[in-house]
């Protein structure tokens, strides 16, 4: 029977549970033993689905140290002996998954997508150069398996049950991680673009039709979002970035405005169900992704196509 | 006070061509440019310098010595040295033998802050800061989007970490390592008319497991603790895609799409 331990992000609970599909796939239901590292109270479905959840005793952690998680998940290597260590890659598992890696003595393999095994080998997929290539990765060397795995590729759908063994980690963390949270300010409108049904999105090409693609949002009732031209430009904030240094997003409409649709743009697209593309280039590799690709100039397009929608409200509300 | 900048000279992705006849990537010219957080990281440290013009910055690269051009002209818009760490024997280290290799060399340095970019363009997987900030024990932040100058005579540095949700301060205690965010304001300054030319050469070193006398079995493919089996071209996806013109006509298609598949408002 295997060993899997998965990190529970606390800020992300439900896509670290889903990290058990990438456990699945890679050793089979039923044939692996699934351990939680979870440092909240709240761990979501974990209890339920996981075989054992382990918390540190409240308070003895602040959620922001990931020196102290590895140290933690360090130790319970030593007394389980986990074949595989999984991290979400959120913004804060991208901290906890490197120092983990080092205590272990493990390689890892970050931001994976794709996971499955031949004979006794764990083969991981992983984006390259951009998002241009896929590397197939394999760890070397005698530490568990050990990857960090983007959220929203895996959904763990069979949601076998399971009765939980909860274990409380009685252990100091012995070290000083040297970092205090003094303030936290909640932003507001802080809805995640992963949520929208429609995404109305601009790029490179679109960079002053912002205003625009927001009305074009707000008649579809959707959100904006951004390719990493636009962001890198200050067009539109990060938090909407789509893309392998963004965010995956698999809504029922993807509109791209401006975009050339760069396969590092294209790794977060995957799961968009239909897509329009907007775009001067009729070569632009966003082209051969779109169902439908209109060949023109942005701005043109916005305000022509906002004008029939107005017309359509108009004709509504009319009769 | 010390600083050290960590930074990566990275391909240009955007002149980057994959080329599906051949199924290669086509490389228009073997250009490299700075990864643009390290770019946001060394532009910080030299916003301060305005401030404590006593201290001293200063650039560590590891890559091919084509990135000492680079490590130059930081120097001519201000850093006070630079360090390339270039051997041929490091080529193939994976992110635990590049870990090895800046750990160690950042063991010979005394500093009080290493800055760097959370993310490279080309990498992206921000696993090389703060692997590098385990193996010396200290702490890592990333994502820092502020940095509050005023604490820095303080021995504690007040950061801010800009998130979807919320915007978080942290002090952290140094010395530290520390990732930037990309901010598209924060540019590194230009390089004054009178020392585009300037030679500074005498600033910038290059260094390799000569001088850092790391075993083989820590460096390159060797020293590597995952292996790449292959590397395949992302299948490209290909529709039935309608094409239309940015007319009155290509107008009436999208809104009929858009209705036919239940987008707009009733």
Known sequence: MKRVLIYIDEAAVPDSVDLLEAARRMYGSGRFQSYALALGGDCGDAVGLFDVVVQPRAGTVPDYDAAAIAYYADSLHRRFGFDAVLVPATPFGRTVAPRTAIRLGAGLVADVTEVRSQGDEVLMVRPAFSGRMLATVTCRGDGPVMMSVRPRTFFYREREARTTELIALDL????????RLLDRRDRNGGKDIRDSAVLVAGGGGALRDFSQLEQLARALRGMVAASRKAVD?????????VGQSGKNVGPRLYFAVGISGSSQHAAGLKNADCIIAVNTDRQAPICSMADLVVEGDSRSFLTGLLTRLDAHKQDNQGG | ????????????????????????????????MLNPEDAVAAATALAL??????????????????????????????????????????AGSDTWATSAILGRFLQTQVFDCVFCGTHTLDGGTAQVPAQVAELLGLPYLGGISALDGSSLAEGRLRVDVEEDAAVLRFAVALPAI??????????LPYIRYEDLNRDVADRISVIGNDQLGLDQE??????????????????????????????????ETVFRFLETRGFLAP
Do not use: W
């Open chain 1, 172 to 179: 100091d963390y012995p070290g000083d991680s040297g970092i």
């Open chain 1, 233 to 241: 430009h200050g067009a539109a904030p990060r938090s909407v970035q």
């Open chain 2, 1 to 32: 006070m010390r600083i050290l900048c960590l930074l990566k000279l990275v391909g240009d992705v955007d002149n980057l061509r994959y080329d599906p006849e051949r199924n290669i990537l086509v490389r228009d010219d073997g250009r490299l």
């Open chain 2, 49 to 90: 310098k305005q401030d404590f013009p006593d201290m001293h910055i200063e650039a560590v690269s590891m890559g091919p010595l084509g990135a000492r051009p680079h490590l130059e002209d930081l120097v001519r818009r201000g850093l006070d040295r630079a360090t390339l760490i270039s051997d041929p024997r490091y």
């Open chain 2, 178 to 187: 520390l990732g930037f965010q990309f901010d598209p304001k924060r540019k």
């Open chain 2, 218 to 251: 820590e460096i390159g493919l060797r020293g590597s603790r995952t292996q790449v089996k292959s590397l395949e071209a992302e299948a490209f996806y290909h529709k039935d895609t309608l094409r239309v013109g940015n007319d009155p006509e290509g107008i």
